[in-house]
């Protein structure tokens, strides 16, 4: 005599030719996960890592980049990348949408990791002057609406331009204190701008921070906002394009006997 | 062979030990390794001083001098010019805060432009942060160039950082410690939106990941995969995201009413008084003599100051050759870093004072281990072969008379 299960019915529905796993090779189905999610752990923590420091660099290191303009636009669409790619894989082989919360939270550990240990406890420097920003509320909502819509356009449209969207005024809860005015010998500063002059960096004199050079200043002071739209539009573009390179990362190639 | 591989690795363990014991701080920070033509034909620093040497935390010091941008002719065709550049210090981080600095009296928390041949002054003061032996230098940072590093002096701080105090009144009237200002706050809404995440990804770690998961997704059954709670779940994060997003900024607007951008201005300096006058010089031949350490130069110096004049200095790259014939070592030379100071590393061919209006071709010789210990003997192995650096005069009522000296450099080598 046989029972049908659950998973078996459904097989017969969709007419497919799914076979349901053992209880024992579910155990050690279960097993494996946790050495996946081990390795995943530890090799996506220092490939994104060095992707970011290679690419936001000094946008997201230092609290006196953390500017109106390139900060706003740089850090989400260099922080997205990851996030695309890991959603494909996650989402279009196992259906799992957690890929871009997974991404910024494995990020932003590795960064205190970095910047307390290394930039603090060995160098010295404030920790005000290191706090990284952090991409959860994008990345939250890039998961939340790719499980709601099941569709990576979508997600691309809606979850990638809240990515960039959201990026700026869910880190000005924090951020906004440091650009409180202060006067230093006759000259006006944010407190961010003095925290970032008074700790000596050989390396990053202070020209090379000088970065608001354009003409956004002139949207009724409010660049901000317009920096962070255009965010949002790069965000669903790059999105897609590490969409797809997750997909190229994650579908295995055979070569065919007459291929050899 | 077993016997051969245990001895191998015992030496080799046994020498990562003695290694780890013998190790020692690094305090420098690679000034040597700077090319020599960067040294010697970008800045001339001079008159260098550190007002106190021995601090406690929360003590300040001050350092002081004046730095000569070698004119058009000598300064390097391979760095860019000073269109854009800033005062700041070489030192082992922030050990040591900056509260101020000035050039030329012109506050420098930025960069300005600066003037090929012009002189200017320049103060740094620093407040001991961290207790320890520090080495400090003044430094220009030129975009596009890089730092010019000028002459280190050691400086020793004790006591505790626990004991430092680092606090400012902003322009809304809040008293605020700058080591701490905002630390708590910045942790805070780390752990409120890191807790949310992980909330999130637990709901679906508690789920099995990949290996069932991946089945039914090959099998076309993927959408079964999804429950109405995990839409519940995800309908509430996003609504969370959206809703604290909003929170946040609204709290912070209204705790941080008044806020600017970062600034991004530059400064303009003021000429000061040249500090290049009174002297001629020609330049006919300088030669490089490798195993003895020696620059030699054949110059043509004429007087056009009012009173006569002697040789006492040649200096370079932060390194001074003094004359001793000439007698120059007054305070500030006397404080000045010994391990850059060649007291009697200058040879003049005639010591006998040059009048006023007379040209007199002298030979000089400039000889020190600082040229091979400072590693400026490699400028011999530059791509163009040029020096450069400034000669002291000093007149008889002891007025310093400043010029340029600069131009090919032939290397003279053993047996030549």
Known sequence: MTTTTTAQAEVAAAGTTYVPLSPGAERIGRALDWVIVAATVLVLTGAFHLHFMLTAGDWDFWLDWKDREYWIVLSPVMAITFCGAVHYILWQHFRLPFGATLCVTLLVVAEWIVRYVGWHGWSHYPINLLTPAYFYPGALALDAILLLSGSWVVAGILGGSLFGFLFFPGNWAWLAAYHVPVEVNGIVMTLADYIGYENIRTGTPEYIRIIERGTLRTFGQHSAPVSAAFAAFLCTLVYWMWWFIGKWFSNVKYITSKGL | ??????????????????????????????????????????????????????????????????????????????????????????????????KASFVNGVNMVNSAKFDLGADYAFEIRLKASWPGKWHVHPMINVKDAGPLVGPGTWVEVTGSHADFKDEMKTLTGETVNLETYGTENNVKWHVIWGLIAVAWLLWWLAKPLFHSRYAKVKAELGDTLITGGDRMVSAVVLVVALGLTYYGYSAAEARYPVTLPLQSATATIPHSPSLVEGVKLVLDRATYRVPGRAMEMDVSITNTSSKPFRVGEFNTAGVRFLNPEVGVMDELTKQYPSYLLAEKGLTVSDNTPIQPGETRKLHLVAQDAAWEVERLSSLIYDPDSRFGGVLYMYDTDGKRLITEVGGTLVPTFAGT
Do not use: C, Y
Not at chain 2, 49 to 74: P, S, W
């Open chain 2, 1 to 98: 062979m077993k016997n051969l591989f245990n001895r191998l690795f015992t030496i080799i363990s046994a020498s990562a030990v003695l290694a780890g014991f013998a190790a020692q701080p690094a305090f420098a920070h690679g000034e040597k390794a700077q090319e020599p033509f960067l040294r010697m034909r970008t800045v001339q620093w001079i008159d260098v001083a550190v007002t106190k040497t021995n601090l406690a935390v929360n003590d300040e010091t001050v350092i002081t001098g004046k730095v000569h941008f070698m004119t058009n002719e000598h300064w390097p065709h391979s760095a860019a010019k000073p269109e854009l550049a800033f005062l700041n210090v070489s030192a082992a981080g922030p050990v040591m805060v900056r």
